[in-house]
């Protein structure tokens, strides 16, 4: 099991106190759920993100609560794009022996028969909804798409389960589409009306010069 060390947080809603907590290379957490009271704690942002490449977003991490080991997983945490920070981390403990509802990223395979005819890939659906015990939540849901033809669609139901999970969503959803290609027809049309309204242009042109030769 991967570790993660914690801090307690004092002052857990002061914002001074946040942002020299983050300024310090630490991120603020709040931990709830089984057996454990809702706890104000903090975790160097460096340990969060190695243990997070480790572990998956739905991996099950041993965090060391005030001295007791607690599993947890991580239910939201929320990303500065413009600092490249980890702001605020959610971790839920849990019993490893209770089934969870998370969801799990829809991983493609393959090269589709169709997109080499030239049809396009679409893939309505990245994400899907899964119940396992902690242990058994798979990292990705693996869809081989290499025999897809033009006009082939993927449903829910045409997943193969490989593990002790169940997903949640309905069995008709799709999840990857080749469609036909539409770029070529679009230029040509494109090409033609660029062509009329040139034929157009050149005919007002001519008319013009007509009227001032009168």
């Keep these: 099991m991967t570790k993660l060390t914690s801090k307690t947080r004092e002052n857990k809603s002061k914002q001074s106190v946040l942002k020299e907590l983050r300024e310090s290379g630490r991120v603020p957490v709040v931990v709830y759920g089984y057996q454990v009271e809702n706890t104000a704690l903090s975790v160097d942002e460096n340990e969060f993100l190695k243990v997070i490449r480790e572990v998956g977003r739905n991996g099950v991490i041993d965090l060391d609560l005030e ?25 839920v403990a849990i019993n490893m022996k209770t089934e969870v509802t998370v969801d799990v990223t829809v991983e493609l395979s393959g090269e589709a028969k169709g997109a080499e005819e030239g049809g396009v ?64 027809e679009e230029e ?6 660029s062509e009329e309204t040139a034929e157009e242009d050149a005919e007002g042109s001519e008319e013009s010069s007509e009227s001032e030769e009168e």
């Excluded at 001295?67 to 971790?91: A, C, E, R, W």
């Excluded at 169940?166 to 959803?173: A, F, L």
């Excluded at 040509?188 to 009306?193: D, F, K, L, Q, V």
């Design 67 to 91: 001295g007791k080991p607690t599993k947890v997983m991580v239910t939201d945490y929320q990303f500065d794009s413009l600092k490249n920070q980890v702001t605020h981390i959610d971790f």
């Design 121 to 184: 890939i679409e893939q309505p659906t990245f994400q899907l909804e899964v119940t396992a015990t902690p242990n058994n939540i798979p990292e990705y849901l693996h869809v081989d798409v290499s025999e897809l033809e033009i006009g082939d669609t993927l449903y829910v139901s045409d997943i193969k389960i490989d593990g002790d999970y169940v997903i949640e969503n309905d069995d008709e959803e799709a999840v990857v589409t080749v469609v036909p290609p539409q770029k070529e």
């Design 188 to 193: 040509t049309e494109e090409g033609e009306e």
